[in-house]
């Protein structure tokens, strides 16, 4: 997904790169959560005010560059049936650019005799475990689909969730050629050395595909406390899939759902046509994504060293590489304990078979007003400068958006508001 989210079931996972993570807000016995972003875009004349990226998941570094606005607002209660035992129930809608949509919603249950600390769900629920904030990526992820499954079941000192999935979701009802179906099981808090714990998932894909075929993946995603000195951490992921598994534990590459449109042919007749499902191939692909997190004082900073592999496989792109590679990072120095002045530099460059090397840079200054000095401390509102340039190979790429008319540069500026809760 493209946004960011600190809810209330994310904010655990979410400690293990941020100083201090968001709470939701308990109002009359509701939990409140929630994301949102906004505020003044402006750009060179003719150029996009945002989302400059060469397409690769790690490649979109979003500090001066989201160019939209939206939110998204986390409606949760549980309810108490005695014996130990809960219910609960959970609502997420969403507005991005007057696109309103629903990310969450779903009941659970909790408290059984014979497991008191398991909660089953059933829904369409977001799962995210782990991203890397400064490129807007969770890298393990295995919600955002219709399904149902458990989660905090403790084997020794390991904590096990399962899930069944379909390719639907409340807005979306997956094309009939897919039929997809999906398997993930996530074993998490595995000791496996001081101050160092891995989180492991599985995705198994079946469906009925117009390209590609099944498919499998595997995530290992580890995290290191006191990273070489104390107070850095670090975390490492290491993905592997193929078919139309995903990287993160989700789908890849589902066939776009068919669609209707009307058209007025001669004398007014008004005709319905239906349009078919768009098919998207599967692909086979690798990645790894080291990051480091810290705050040292009024110091602090998330970076970013990525590289993807990924082949196609099945329909007109079959054996067709794309490789994606992104350095960076944001830092952060608190002037005052409400002022802080970031900057946020960008490297990514993406090669296509029979391709020229795309590259694509990005910086950006901005001075913040916060309720806090630290990094990770929001309400956070910039006023920002930032530069993109990119090579003729980017251009031609992505002629239909920034690179058009044979741009390679341009210029933004803004002031947006960001706010987690």
């Known amino acids: 997904m493209k946004t960011q989210k600190r809810t209330c079931q994310a904010a655990a996972a979410a400690l293990t790169l941020c100083a201090a993570s968001a709470q939701a807000v308990e109002i009359a016995g509701i939990d409140f959560s929630g994301y949102t972003r906004g505020g003044f875009y402006s750009s060179s004349a003719g150029a996009p005010r945002g ?22 607002l986390g409606i ?19 507005v991005w650019n007057g696109t309103t949509s629903t990310v969450e919603a779903y009941g659970t249950f909790s408290g059984l005799s014979f497991a008191p600390e398991v909660v089953f769900w059933g829904g369409q629920r977001r799962l995210r475990i782990q991203d ?31 899930a069944l999935f379909s390719g639907d979701s409340f807005d979306n009802k997956g094309a009939n050629p897919n039929r997809a179906r999906r398997f993930n099981l996530d074993v ?3 000791a496996t050395n001081p101050g160092g714990d891995l989180h492991v998932t ?29 107070g850095l951490k670090h975390a490492l992921f290491v993905q592997t899939a193929n078919g139309h598994a995903g990287l993160n534990g989700q789908f890849s590459g589902l066939d776009a759902p068919g669609s209707t449109s009307l058209v007025v042919g001669d004398g007014g007749v008004v005709t319905q046509v239906t349009n078919p499902a768009v098919p998207n191939p599967g692909q086979k692909s690798w990645r790894l994504v080291d990051s480091l997190n810290w705050q040292s004082g009024r110091f602090g900073g998330q970076t970013v060293l990525a590289y993807q592999h990924a082949t196609a496989e099945g329909g007109p792109t079959d054996g067709v590489v794309t490789k994606d590679t992104s350095l960076g990072g944001r830092v952060s120095y608190a002037v005052t304990g409400n002022l802080k002045m970031l900057a946020e530099l960008g490297v990514t460059s993406r090669s296509v078979t029979g391709q020229a090397t795309q ?3 990005k910086l950006t200054i901005a001075p913040a007003l916060s309720l806090g000095g630290d990094f990770w401390t929001r309400p956070e509102l910039r006023l920002y400068a930032t530069r ?34």
């Open 51 to 72: 989302g400059y990226s060469l397409g690769g998941d790690a490649q979109k570094f979003r500090l001066g560059n989201e160019g939209d606005h939206g939110i998204e």
């Open 76 to 94: 949760a209660k549980t309810f108490d049936v005695g014996g130990g035992q809960k219910m609960g129930i959970g609502y997420m809608p969403a």
């Open 132 to 162: 890397v904030h400064i490129v807007d990526k969770f890298f393990a992820d295995y919600g955002d689909n219709l399904g149902a499954g458990f989660t905090g079941l403790k084997v020794g000192a390991v904590t096990v969730g399962a």
């Open 188 to 190: 998490g808090d595995i």
């Open 202 to 230: 599985l995705t198994a894909v079946q469906g009925d595909f117009a390209y590609g075929g099944n498919g499998a993946g595997l995530s290992l995603v580890h995290n290191q406390k006191d990273f070489l000195v104390a």
């Open 359 to 361: 590259r694509l840079n």
């Open 388 to 421: 993109v340039t990119w090579n003729d190979a980017a251009a031609t790429a992505q002629s239909t958006s920034f690179g058009a008319g044979g741009r390679t540069s341009s210029t933004l500026f803004g002031v947006q508001l960001e706010a987690w809760w």
